[in-house]
């Protein structure tokens, strides 16, 4: 009779799954993002938030996700740190790059085409569904995901590959 | 080149799904492989937000303009109300201050004087957006407060706000 295995509680799996979470958080973020930090914040959050966790979906990329977030928010706050941190070279470039993507934004949400910026803000300002756009500005959905897409290169100022 | 424009396709699809893309498993590899498409996806989302945000914040400017105005009729009526209960105790009238009717508040208040005054107040309170249409009413006079079917969830806030302001609307007794 085959033994009968208790199913790995949630804090087992994500424990399980840490070491991959601080190899990636070590890629990413670099130690001067200080993974291990991030690291006890992923633990953390991942049990404080357990319940919003699908059973049905993968733990890694889950955990993985939070820790992104948490790169994320932290290279938010030091562009924001006043200070000696921002005294660092490093930290000085970056928040010199990210402060002229602010200003800059205003202007490249003007460069749009009045089209390109009506679908942006109908879709991530009103939450409006790609269909209900197409209907509302007469045009396939699949135009209207172009110029979506086309939108939001432009905003982020990404580079055309 | 191709590994960014996979990113960038792997983004906006998810984005036009309305899913995290940080929670995709290939995006979170081309990211280990290229940290730097990381800044530029919130450099990205940085910009969405700032879309979002006078959006929420004229949402919010909303439902104050809606308490508010709701607040000032719902003070009215209780106002009115009391006026009028004050002139039937004037009257004689000796009936409870309760369940009238709109006819019948006009044709009282048509006898004590002729001082415009309000009769009855009802407030419909329409709200649309990405959850579908939301209607509200209050109705004074018969004093009844009922939900027209909505399409929102229950936990929307507006209709809680309105439901509020009129549970605290005294009847009159």
């Known amino acids: 009779m085959p033994e009968e295995r208790d199913e790995p509680s949630f804090e087992q799996r994500v424990l399980r799954e840490l070491p991959s979470v601080r190899a990636y958080l070590r890629r990413v973020a670099g130690p001067e993002g200080e993974p291990e930090d991030l690291l006890q914040e992923v633990a953390a959050r991942a049990l404080k938030y357990s319940s919003a966790f699908d059973p049905a979906r993968e733990l890694g990329p889950w955990l993985r996700a939070m820790a992104l977030r948490l790169v994320i928010d932290q290279r938010e706050r030091t562009r924001r740190a006043p200070g000696e941190l921002r005294h660092t070279p490093e930290a000085q470039e970056r928040g010199l790059e990210l402060v002229e993507h602010r200003e800059d934004l205003q202007q490249r949400l003007a460069r749009l085409t009045a089209v390109e910026r009506d679908v942006l803000v109908r879709f991530h300002g009103r939450g409006e569904s790609v269909r209900a756009i197409a209907i509302a500005l007469a045009m396939p959905e699949g135009t209207v995901k172009s110029h979506l897409h086309r939108a939001r290169k432009r905003l982020g100022a990404v580079e055309a590959p | ?173």
């Open chain 2, 1 to 173: 080149m191709n590994r960014r424009k996979d990113f960038w396709e792997r983004v906006d699809e998810a984005w036009d799904a309305r899913r995290d893309p940080l929670e995709d498993a290939a995006l979170q590899r081309l990211i280990s492989e290229d940290p730097g498409l990381l800044d530029e996806l919130r450099r990205v989302e940085r910009g969405l937000r700032e879309l979002r945000a006078p959006q929420a914040r004229r949402s919010g400017w909303a439902r104050l303009m809606i308490a508010a105005v709701a607040a000032g009729l719902a003070l009215a009526w209780i106002w009115s109300t009391r006026r009028d209960g004050d002139g039937s105790r004037d009257a004689g009238s000796t009936s409870p201050h309760t369940q009238r009717d709109a006819a019948a508040l006009a044709s009282e208040s048509h006898e004590l004087d002729a001082t415009p005054r309000i009769l009855a107040l009802r407030i419909v309170n329409t709200l649309a957006d990405a959850r579908g249409v939301t209607e509200v009413e209050l109705a004074s006079g018969v004093r009844s407060t009922r939900f027209v079917a909505s399409t929102a969830p229950a936990s929307t806030l507006e209709p809680r706000l309105l439901y509020a302001l009129a549970s605290v609307v005294p009847t009159g007794n």
